[in-house]
Every structure is written in C-alpha cells, then in structure tokens.
C-alpha cells in the first residue's frame, strides 16, 4: 500500500489578495516611515504645529512655534506668532479666550498695546476679581487657510471664547489672488493635502525643491511695491476662488468651534474709508474723490456708499472687500447659537465723529491706532459680557476708557511716538 502525500491547501482567492493589498500598502508606509524617522533623526525640518511644548516649563505647558507660518510663507518673510506660554487645561476660575486673525487682529503695529491686550483689561475690568486669559493666536501676513489649522489645535486647549476678525488678507496672502509668495488659487482639495503632507519632516524636503523654484523674487520682502503687478479689478474671475475658499475655510472654523463647545464673537473687518485713498485703479479713485466732495456737501450717507465703493474697485486688494465681509456676516448670522456676530464697520462708523471710519481710528488701511483697538476691543468684550451674563455671571464693573486702559498697559506718550515712528518707516 503506497502512503498518501499530504498536500497543504490552497488559499483562497480573497486571501491572497488581501496579502496582497497589505504588502501594496504596508511596504511603502514602512518605507516612509522609515525615511521620516531618519529625517526626525538627523535634526531636518521643523514643527508645524502653532504652539509646541516648553522645555523650560512643567506641567505640558505650550509656547509659541516661531516657525508655524513657514509651511504657508516663504520663511525670509514669514512672521513669528506673539511670545505666549500657556497650560493645556486652565486654571480654575479662568476665562480663556482665544483671538484669530492677521495683523490687525494681532495689534500691529505695536502687539503689547493691540487689541488682544486691551480685550483682556476691559474684560477684567468689567468683571472684578474674574480671571481672563486672553491668546494672541494671530499673526501678520497669514489668511484663513493658515487660520484654520490654528483654530483647530486651539479646540482641544480649554477655550471658552473665540474671537474672529479675519478678512484682509484672503486676496493678497497665502495662496490668494492677488499673492507674491508661490502658486496663486490652487484647488482647495490640492492645497489642504499639501499643507496636510507638510506636517512631515518627509514632506517638508519634498517642499523645498518646488519652494526653491517658485517664484524667487518673492522670498525677500521689498514692500508693498512687490504687489504692483498683482492688481485685480473687482470682476477678475479669479476672485471667485477667494470667496469660495473663504467661505469654506470660515464655516469649517466654526464647525471646530461647536466641536470644542467654544462661544465664537465674529465680525466683520473694518477699513480706513475716509482717509485711506485707493491704492490703485482710476476708476476707485474716482469714486473717493466724489465721497470728498459729498462729505464737504455735507451729503455723508451718499458720500459712504462712494467711500465703500472705492474700496472695493481698489486694484490692490490689501483690505476685504463688501463680498468677503457679506460672506463673514452671512455666516455669523446663521451660525447656531454659540455665536455672536458684530459688524465692526457699521459700528466704527457710527463712532467716528464724520459717521465713516478714519485716521481717529486707524493709522494707515487697516491698522488701528491706541483708540481704534479700545473701540474695536470693546465691541468683542461687550458680546463676551453679554454671553457670560447670560449664564449668570453679571458683571459688576465699570467699561473702562480708553486712558484707563492706557494706564492699566502703561501707554505713554513715548510709547505712541515709537509706534507712530515705526507706522511711518
């Protein structure tokens, strides 16, 4: 009798092509892994997050990453984030609030005596003996597309407010219409993956051979002259993408926002109407010298509606026009109730003594000078008030002016000369 060979059977056909598939995906993400271990190893690239972890401190607390802006400007221009140390979890009894935006938002020209600070003196203010802890998380020269990451590592640091002033920099920033620093309007799909894949040491080194390559004469900044050639009439098509993105951008930072259980205060963004003239385009100056001869006419509605008008024909799109603003309004107005929404402009300009927004509130386009953020502060610290009154917390104080919070920050008028002095440089 001859013995039976034993045979070994067969793996089935769904078997082998899930071996398959597994050796498809897991070879190259070990090989990627590999290769952004040795590159973590070898001290190339840098953290992309916006707040790392401090070696000088205990208890996780987190400082600024000078370099976050780099994975969005060239790093020649790219600008720090303000100095800020805080713990992930807040200390009993504290309020934190955390502000998104640009440079405006960020209180340039002179962030000591911005509005974050001012925000934070008129809240503690208003509220005695209350504990409020208020994050500088704009930077200048960044948009939204920079904004949202930022906003959502912020979801998981113990928010309780969230302050929005985003806007001017959707055309002439990061990836916008009208930008210097690489590709303008890339898919917005394809621009969040490369942003995604830049998170990676892997990435980074990818990067560096395109960013070497575009657009060299905008890795140096030469000032507001650079974007000559960047102008862009109100109906270039091009403009689309800015709003679309914007759009998009600003309802996924809300959605953080309802995610983190955080109350948003937004805004629209202001302009100088009155005493800032159009950058570029004749037909934009044409309309602010009809609103000069309106307001001399004494004619002051007619002569706004032809100060916004200039602003938005403005070929040099270095302030949001009324679309990027209606896009803003239209989103804090619809948002669920854990947002609050202010029009800033409106506001600004019912404040001025001329009813349009100028130099009493603004040194230059955009950026506001000492009393211009107090205004501006106190609008964000009235919807807060308001928010925390409403779950009982009422407050007891006095809305602190101006010159007391001038006092409170040690505002003097040394320190408004050297601001002055670095507006006019």
């Known amino acids: ?11 089935s056909p769904s078997r082998t092509w899930l071996l398959r598939l597994a050796l498809m995906l897991g070879v190259p993400a070990l090989l990627l892994g ?14 992309t997050s916006f707040f790392v ?17 780099w994975r969005f400007l060239p790093p020649s221009l790219a600008r720090a984030s303000q100095p800020t140390l805080l713990r992930r979890e807040k200390s009993p009894g504290t309020t934190r609030v955390f502000m998104f935006g640009e440079s405006a938002a960020e209180g340039d020209p002179e962030p000591a005596f911005g509005m974050p600070r001012l925000l934070e003196v008129l809240l503690e203010g208003r509220f005695p003996g209350r504990d409020f802890e208020v994050i500088n998380a704009a930077v200048t020269a960044i948009n939204s597309h920079a904004i949202l990451p930022i906003a959502r590592e912020c979801a ?3 928010g309780d407010f969230w302050v929005l002033y985003i806007g001017h920099n959707e055309v002439m920033g990061p990836f916008g219409a009208g930008t210097v620093f690489g590709r303008k309007t890339p898919p917005l799909t394809t621009l969040r993956l490369g942003l995604g894949l830049k998170q990676f040491r892997l990435g980074q080194w990818v990067a560096s051979f395109s960013d070497s390559t575009d657009n060299a004469d905008g890795t140096q900044w030469k000032g507001m ?13 091009q403009l689309k993408w800015v709003y679309d993105s914007h759009n998009k951008n600003l309802s996924d930072i809300l959605a953080e926002s309802r995610q983190a259980g955080v109350h948003v205060v937004m805004s629209t963004v202001a302009s100088n109407l009155r ?3 159009p950058f570029a385009a004749p037909d934009a100056v044409e309309q602010f010298q009809l609103a000069r001869s309106l307001e001399a006419e004494g004619k002051t509605g007619e002569a706004h509606s032809h100060y916004v008008r200039a602003r938005d024909l403005d070929a040099l799109r270095f302030r949001a026009d009324s679309k990027l603003n209606a896009i803003t309004q239209a989103l804090g107005q619809a948002g669920s109730g854990n947002v609050t929404f202010i ?18 509130t603004f040194y230059e386009h955009v950026h506001f000078t000492f009393e211009g953020n107090h205004r501006l502060a106190k609008l964000f610290a009235e919807g807060i008030a308001s928010r925390l009154a409403s779950g009982g917390d009422k407050p007891s104080g006095p809305w602190l ?13 040394w320190d408004r000369g050297v601001v002055l002095a670095s507006v006019i440089r």
């Open 225 to 237: 002259g650079m974007f000559l050639d960047q102008q862009l009439r109100a109906d270039d098509p």
């Open 275 to 277: 005493d800032s003239a």
């Open 401 to 413: 002016t101006s010159g007391e919070c001038a006092g409170r920050l040690a505002y003097t008028d």
């Open 343 to 360: 029009d800033a402009q409106a506001a600004l300009d019912a404040q001025s003594p001329s009813g349009i927004a100028g130099r009493e």
């Open 53 to 69: 972890a401090s070696t000088h401190h205990e208890n996780g607390a987190l400082i600024e990453n000078s370099k976050f802006a």
């Open 1 to 11: 009798m001859e013995p039976q060979l034993s045979t070994k059977p067969k793996p």
């Open 156 to 158: 998981g640091l113990d």
């Open 34 to 47: 590999l290769a952004e271990g040795a590159f973590r190893l070898a001290g190339y690239g840098h953290p």
